[in-house]
């Protein structure tokens, strides 16, 4: 059996005459060098053969973004086992749900949940918790240094899952969506030709979470195969940004990084002149803000479209028009067509469901093998859930969400998860999520709660107790009270008038 583990192709011994060149360069903190990856992340595979992760055992990550979190990723690739990394967001109990779901052998967490999450971890009967820290600090790192470095890599096939990364569910039960090494594997290499990635040359900047797809396989999976530079900063800091910005030369980022940088008198073409190329996703960009930056900067920005399920599906051409509102075409060996809701191919430029089907689509959700069966068509088509548009030159353009899915600052929410939880507030009779446009997230969360007359309500009193449910990004930011929800004839929710009746919300901030 050939090894097809990830790790060979994004590591292996590639990197052993790159001297000192940097791969992440983060700020007040030693650069990690391209030279050390692959005897870094043999001592960190050491470390966790002593923790007892076998092949296909999962490895649990909720942790700060750090040069440690991407080579405890990559030590995993190296010894077979799944890397589950979670949204630092969530809460215990939400953690709680992923623990039992995934029954990981090992759960790193940062130094300060140690002790919350170690009685959780017990609860869930998981074996062995560690800790990590954003400066490298933690007790799953202690003594590291003097593990062996010559752990061999261990052999994987195509199917063998690298990763699994959970998903809202639509009924409030979160999906664990399994990528394989090889669907990780040929994503990364059709993006890095798709987008005339320059080895050795570019330089990239990253302000984006490692917890999900964009971060962690689309960002750093480009650099690494590229042997970039990446500046790894820790969040969005526009300070930083622009400290940065003149020594990059590709930038992966959400519409919500353009609009801000775009509030900056700072952004100029000037300071752009070593780029060539700006990348947004995660939630679609405004057509004004694709306008307003290439007005300012001289550079139309590439945007493109993926899910946790397939990593990246389409995109604007990197030598070609870039047409606001669109996300380009399929990728190179991704099939992709618009259906209606019995998966009949629909005509060009009819509204309908986009479906796809490629290397890159995901294994499954992880323990549902009949909602996994339910989002497949004959033919192996995945239906995405998205309504778009395909024009006659096979251009796509998204158009809505055939289920009520929010994207809020590039995170994806589903309604019905914060409708249970607000459901169960005394004094609730009903509610309905809906997001409604905010210029900073592109869709804000809001809830229009109706009362059972038991109690008076205020919109604190429906957001307070949220706080230890869900994670931040998922509680409202405005709650609105109502008679009653707007139904049509067959009782069901008209949430599409939600959305209308409520979208000027946030059209002042």
């Known amino acids: 059996m050939n090894n097809h583990n990830l790790y060979l192709r994004l590591v292996g011994d590639r990197f052993e005459n790159a001297g000192d060149q940097p791969f992440l360069i983060t700020p007040g903190r030693r650069p990690l060098l391209y030279s050390e990856l692959d005897r870094i992340t043999g001592r960190l595979a050491a470390r966790l053969l002593e923790l007892n992760v076998e092949p296909g055992d999962r490895v649990m990550v909720q942790v700060a973004k750090s040069p440690e979190s991407v080579l405890v990723y990559l030590a995993c690739l190296r010894v077979g086992a799944i890397y589950i990394p979670l949204n630092t967001a969530y809460t215990a109990a939400e953690v709680g749900y992923f623990m039992m779901d995934a029954k990981p052998q090992l759960f790193i967490c940062q130094p300060s949940e140690r002790e ?27 003594g590291v240094e003097y593990l062996t470095t010559e752990v061999e890599v261990v052999v994987r096939g195509d199917d063998d899952l690298a990763a699994i990364l959970y998903t809202s569910g639509t009924t409030g039960r979160s999906k664990g ?37 964009h971060g962690l396989f689309v960002a750093l ?14 969040k969005f800091d526009p300070d930083q940004i622009f400290d940065c910005l003149p020594e990059c030369t590709v930038m992966m980022g959400v519409p919500t990084f353009y609009t801000r940088l775009l509030s900056d008198s700072r952004l100029t073409d000037e300071m752009c002149s070593n780029m060539r190329l700006f990348i947004s996703g995660s939630a679609p960009l405004l057509a004004e803000t694709h306008r307003e930056f290439e007005r300012r900067t001289g550079f ?17 051409p990197y030598e070609g028009d870039r047409l606001a509102g669109t996300v380009g075409f399929a990728l190179p060996g991704v099939s992709v067509r618009i259906a209606d809701n019995d998966g009949n191919e629909l005509p060009r430029g009819e509204t309908g469901v986009l479906e796809l089907k490629g290397p890159n689509v995901f294994k ?38 055939a289920k009520d ?37 592109g869709e804000a969360v809001a809830a229009i709660v109706v009362t059972d007359g038991s109690r008076q309500l205020s919109e604190q009193q429906i957001i307070e107790p949220l706080q230890g449910r869900l994670a931040r990004f998922k509680q409202p930011k405005r709650v609105f009270f109502v008679d009653e929800l707007p139904r049509n004839t067959m009782g069901k929710v008209q949430k599409a008038q939600l959305r209308d009746t409520y979208k000027a919300s946030f059209s002042s901030k």
């Open 405 to 441: 899915l929010i994207i809020s600052g590039g995170y994806n929410i589903y309604p019905k998860e914060i409708e249970a939880e607000i459901d169960s507030i005394p004094g609730v009779a009903e509610s309905a999520v809906v997001g409604v446009p905010h210029q900073d997230f």
């Open 177 to 213: 969506a399994m990528l394989s090494h090889h669907n990780l594997a040929s994503n990364a290499e059709v993006l890095h030709s798709y987008w005339h990635w320059h080895d050795r040359y570019d330089v990239l900047l990253h302000a984006l979470p490692v917890f999900h797809v």
């Open 300 to 316: 139309r920005i590439l945007e493109r479209y993926g899910m946790t399920e397939a990593g990246m599906i389409t995109s604007n």
């Open 221 to 234: 999976h480009c650099a690494l195969l590229g042997r970039s530079s990446v500046h790894f900063l820790a």
């Open 364 to 401: 499954g959700y992880w323990q549902m093998p009949e909602k996994t069966a339910a989002e497949f068509r004959q033919g192996g088509w995945f239906i995405s859930g998205d309504n778009a548009i395909m024009d006659e030159t096979g251009r796509i353009s998204i158009v809505g969400r």
């Open 116 to 142: 919350s999450l170690s009685i959780l971890s017990q609860e869930c009967e998981v074996p062995h918790i560690r800790t990590l820290g954003s400066e490298g600090d933690g007790d799953l790192l202690d």
